[in-house]
């Protein structure tokens, strides 16, 4: 009430100085306050300064492109995706990638071409390079001695995916077990030894078909390969396993290894990997289309 | 329901913003966000709509923050992580090295404990106030204030070049 006598400037309104929130009657104050106190003064100005450089130094990120997994989960359809599982509705077929292959043509298993090979051998140095840094369970380790608990990380997969599609995407005569050509095979060979229903998912509309797809051997199992390529040979595979034990839902997580970039997600017990030596951008479109793929066709 | 998503999307490039500056490391952030948004569809219905979305993502954002610190590893981790050593997360019994000179804000900002980064981070960065903060944060009012001030104090030095004590002590 006297203004002869004003109450002493605590560090909380000199911080609302700083934030331009100190209340207008006190601002005469703090204003006295400083002009008596060059130091406090100069630590108030720097306090300002950080929140210019702070702002300098991070707002460009505000104008960043959506990364592909970040811009999915802007769609949508993404929430029917998430919204399965959580409250203990019915799970749907997950790995039933709904779509019928009948649209497949026969006989478009091409032969690689020369010079696939050649980057395919850095690819896979990239791989082997970054899994002997990796404390456990590459797919490499996975032979010589199994790390038991390996499967319930969800990074594990995107790895032995990774490998996988680094050791069979540039084989010229053998990229896959049974081709594309023989697809009511394909499909029952593969559900049968996965034990679940499993289809590959059509991705002609991005320009990638259907080559084929093997069988191999994930962390306690099968697991299945599918792979494709485009028209200028640029092959792609998605990996599936049905050993997720932990059942957790993710979105879409990425990773890289060496010249390979994977997309990875679990969805119940399936854990799904998809991986190509293309770029992030690319690559997210695909996953984008694939993740479509397995909605639920209700 | 439509427009609760649109005001959902439209904090993301923020909440990339801030979870960055919060972790420093590109793809760990863009974690932390997918989470947060993940979990923001999931309790979009609870969201009260009188509510400020924004304050209500950050707080979720928060709370999957304050969940990682806890646990010594995030359950999905990119593989590239797997590989680089742990950043400097929140490391108050790290004393500053001597003669390190650290002048880039980013590395600066990774030497705060993570109380004090995210208090000083949605006054500074994002321009909350100090009562949006607190709500943001669930802390008094008066937390955020001795936060924002040791935050700043501890950032200046850090940005001098010069030592900074150690803070032995986590604030409240």
Redesign the interface.
Known sequence: MNPVTPPPVT??EL??W??G?LAAERQADVAAYLAARPGEAQ?LQ??RQ??V???A???P????A??A??DA??R?G??LW??RG?NGQPARYAAMLALTLSGLAAGWLLHGQAERAGWAKGALSGVTA?AA???SDSAADGVAGMAPAAES???GL??RA?VAYAVYSPEVRHPVEVGADQQEHLVAWLSKRLGAPLRPPQLQALGYELIGGRLLPGQSGPVAQFMYHDASGQRLTLYVSTEQRHK?D????????GQVN?FYW?DGKFGYALSAAIGKPALGKIADAVYAQLEPAS | MHEDSARLIACLPRLRRYARALLGDRDRADDLVQDTVERGWDRLASWRRDGDMRAWLFGIMHNLHVDQLRRPAVATVALDDEAAPLPPQSEPSTPHRDGLELRDMATALQLLPAEQREVLLLVALEEMSYDEVAATLHIPRGTVMSRLSRGRERLRLLMLGQPVAAALKVVK
């Open positions: 560090e909380a911080q609302a700083v934030d929130a630590r720097a306090y950080q929140a450089a702070l702002r130094r991070f707002n990120v505000l104008d960043e959506l990364p997994r970040l989960v802007t949508p993404w929430r998430r919204r959580g970054s840094d990796a404390a990380d969800p990074a995107a790895h990774a957790l993710s979105g879409f997580r990425y990773a890289q290894e994977v679990i």
